[in-house]
């Protein structure tokens, strides 16, 4: 609905902005997964807390007042960023390092990258610092592993034959 009124990357930033809200909020969540609570002062709530939100995502509230599923709420927000992405051409990357990317890192990752995928590419990073140092590489299905633990794995298995 949100692509053909043309709505989309506003309905986009709406769904980040409820997946991000609800995600951050616990009273919110246990407001919206709350049994005892009737869906229409949900609806009602949800419409108050995000009035600046387009009427595509005000009808889905709606939505799930009629079908009484607002527990599944940040769920439908999330996978409508998946699904908004994957019909613009846009991946999604997770970088796995051990410490915040600096920007020479960045830029490493970023001509990794250029080589693997020829879609627009958004990075996401997570902080493990189990790996030691390096990065793991992580869009769609392929994954590139130039982290030091890797490395010293590798090392151990080919010292012990």
């Known amino acids: 609905m949100a692509q053909t009124t043309g709505a989309a990357a506003q309905v986009n930033d709406d769904m980040a902005l409820v997946a991000q809200t609800i995600n951050e909020n616990n009273e919110l969540r246990e407001f919206i ?60 990357a997770t970088v796995t390092t051990a410490f915040e990317m600096t920007p020479e890192l960045e830029t490493k990752v970023l001509a990794k990258i250029k080589e693997l995928s020829n879609k627009q590419v958004t990075l996401k990073n997570i902080i493990d610092p189990a790996i030691i140092g390096g990065f793991i590489l992580r869009i769609g299905d392929m994954q590139y592993n130039a982290s030091i633990a890797s490395r010293l794995h590798t090392l151990k298995r080919e010292l012990s034959n």
């Open 33 to 92: 997964n709350s049994p005892t609570i009737k869906a229409a002062v949900k609806e009602n709530a949800l419409k108050e807390i995000f009035a600046n939100t387009q009427n595509i995502t005000q009808g889905l509230f709606h939505l799930l007042t009629e079908n009484k599923r607002f527990e599944i709420l940040a769920q439908i927000a999330d996978q409508y960023k998946v699904q908004y992405d994957a019909a613009n051409g846009i991946e999604v």
